[in-house]
């Protein structure tokens, strides 16, 4: 497909062709005020001027910082093999790529992919994916609206907060009633859950990690959200799932979360991906597309979209959502790197991570003014209280080479003095040192 | 076509078997040949109140997703569990394996707007036409 633009002469002939003298003519209709004016674009520039431009404007971006920076979205490392695969044509470049007659490849690929979700969130189904963790979030929210025909949730306020808000204005319009339940030192509260819990929850959703690092295991809660007939929802953190009790193992019905852990780069606005799995008797309430195995007239093993009805082809305005798409290129990231690293591969990753978390609150313990919050178990992130604002110290940190961590103050009522460090395998026992060391003079 | 005479007929294809107080509720065989192959039914649960002509159920085929309206008003007393594993009793067998649900009818007087097998033949061959 051509990009070049029409010449002054191919406008000219087709204008001529259709009887009027001009483009503007075209848009005769629309009266003048609403058509857009001018838009006073600038007189282009050549190939070479535009990259000096755009190299200069990136170079304001820290870029090399050593990263201590988490909060639901991690810096792991990504193997070369990873970028060489995806970047071949057969993946990168094809666009809706669901028809079984011509695109087995992609199919295998995405079934792959879920079959990968489900074992390591230890439940049945899984779709094709969605956007990011906050969609998937609010789809296993509506998922659960739906099921049951009630119309409250409960959530535990250790869900990221960038979920929460995009729960909140996505059913703004709708009559979903939200109940948040305050987290007490870093851990979901049972008293808190027991005090809301009843029989017009459609769902409790809870994060594990939370948003504070702090590891749980919510068995008890999905067992007593089971009671009043309510499904329970986990937000989870894929690579510690390489080491820590699935979702399923807790009995919870759904399963989100971001995927970005699993070999997508960190940047600002993504792509990133969406994951989501379930309990077998929910596969009619999942949004988006599910491929499945089969075999064709010949016996032979096939792929197909088994389930797509929940978007416009069948369903139409009965459709459960208006997700009509999946990240398939992330999901294929995901499922690459996964293949890569292996189930043992996984397993020490995750160890990894939580040995270098482990260390590093052992470094920074000896800090003086610096206390760690050990309430709780945690896997690659901890909170930190500081004898000064967060904030401060992160910016002072910058200056020293360190993006610190995330201050909690911007998520949660006063908590300014208080850090959220992530360190996972990259972060090496020296930087680690490092980084204790020059807080202690920064602080 | 297949129209048995023991049952009441809507305009939009549901029959319903009436014992008693209790009603059986289904699609008729014409409307199981116009959806094609079905693949999934979505039924009401057991307590819900069902409206006459309000949506009660859907039925999803290879073509289509499709509203199914109540016959008749009611509380659903009991929904048909095979349809879950077994959609294509409602191709197979429309009136009998392929039921909906029953409902306990709470205005009988409600029958009077609904088909007797002779008005829904009629009315099935003026659409063929």
């Given at each position: ?147 049951t025909g009630r119309n409250k ?43 809301h819990l009843d029989d017009k929850t459609a ?21 007593r959200v089971h009671k009043f007939g309510a ?213 | ?129």
């Amino acid at each position: 497909m051509s990009y070049v633009p029409h010449t002054q002469e191919e406008i000219k002939a087709m204008l001529k062709t259709i009887g009027i003298s001009s483009v503007e003519d075209l848009f005769g209709d629309i009266p003048r005020g609403l058509r857009a004016g001018s838009f006073d674009l600038p007189t282009g520039s050549s190939e070479f001027e535009v990259t000096r431009r755009l190299k200069k404007l990136a170079a304001k971006n820290a870029t090399g910082l050593v990263n201590f920076v988490g909060g639901g979205f991690y810096d792991h490392f990504i193997p070369a093999a990873l970028d060489a695969l995806v970047s071949r044509s057969e993946f990168y470049t094809a666009y809706t790529p669901y028809q079984p007659e011509c695109s087995q490849g992609w199919l295998q690929a995405i079934y792959e992919y879920q079959t990968i979700i489900c074992e390591l969130t230890g439940l049945d189904v899984s779709n094709a994916s969605l956007y990011d963790g906050g969609t998937a979030l609010y789809e296993a929210a509506m998922m659960a609206v739906r099921h049951t025909g009630r119309n409250k949730i409960i959530v535990d306020s250790g869900v990221n907060l960038i979920y929460r808000t995009m729960l909140y204005s996505y059913t703004s319009n709708l009559s979903v009633e939200f109940v948040e339940i305050p987290v007490v030192h870093g851990q979901s509260s049972r008293d808190g859950l027991a005090k809301h819990l009843d029989d017009k929850t459609a769902a409790v959703i809870m994060q594990n990690p939370n948003f504070f690092g702090a590891v749980d295991d919510h068995t008890d809660v999905v067992e007593r959200v089971h009671k009043f007939g309510a499904l329970a929802i986990a937000s989870v953190y894929p690579v510690s799932l390489g080491m820590l009790k699935s979702p399923g193992e807790m009995g919870f019905d759904i399963a989100t979360g971001e995927g970005q852990s699993l070999g997508i780069p960190l940047s600002f606005g993504g792509p990133y991906l969406g994951f989501m799995a379930a309990r077998q008797e929910l596969v009619r309430q999942m949004p988006g597309r599910i491929v499945g195995a089969t075999v064709d007239m010949d016996g032979k093993r096939g792929f197909v979209l088994t389930l797509q009805t929940r978007e416009q082809h069948i369903r139409r305005e009965k459709a459960t959502s208006n997700i009509c798409s999946n990240e398939a290129l992330c999901a294929l990231r995901a499922a690459i790197f996964v293949a890569l690293v292996g189930r043992e591969g996984l397993k020490e990753l995750a160890e990894n991570n939580y040995r270098n978390a482990e260390f590093a609150k052992d470094t920074l313990a000896k800090v003086s003014g610096l206390e760690v919050k050990r309430s709780s178990p945690t896997f690659n992130e901890f909170t930190v209280l500081l004898p000064k604002p967060a904030n401060e110290v992160v910016y002072r940190m910058i200056e020293k080479g360190f993006a610190a961590g995330f201050p909690l103050g911007k998520f949660y009522k006063g908590m300014d003095n208080y850090l959220l460090v992530a360190v996972t395998e990259k972060r090496t026992k020296e930087e680690i040192r490092k980084f204790s060391d020059s807080l202690e003079a920064v602080l | 076509m297949d129209i048995p005479k023991d049952r009441l007929y809507t305009k939009e294809h549901e029959w319903a078997r009436i014992e008693g107080n209790t009603a059986y509720v289904g699609i008729t065989d014409y409307a199981q040949a116009s959806l094609g192959d079905i693949t999934f039914i979505g039924l009401p649960k057991v307590g819900d109140d069902v409206k006459q002509a309000e949506f009660s159920a859907t039925v999803e085929s290879v073509k289509a997703a499709s509203d199914v309206y109540a016959p008749l008003s009611g509380k659903v007393t009991a929904i048909n569990k095979e349809l879950a594993a077994h959609p294509e009793f409602v191709n197979k067998s429309p009136y009998d394996k392929g039921y909906f649900f029953t409902i306990e009818i709470s205005a009988s007087g409600e029958k009077a707007s609904l088909m007797d097998e002779a008005a829904y033949k009629s009315y099935v061959e003026g659409l063929s036409k």
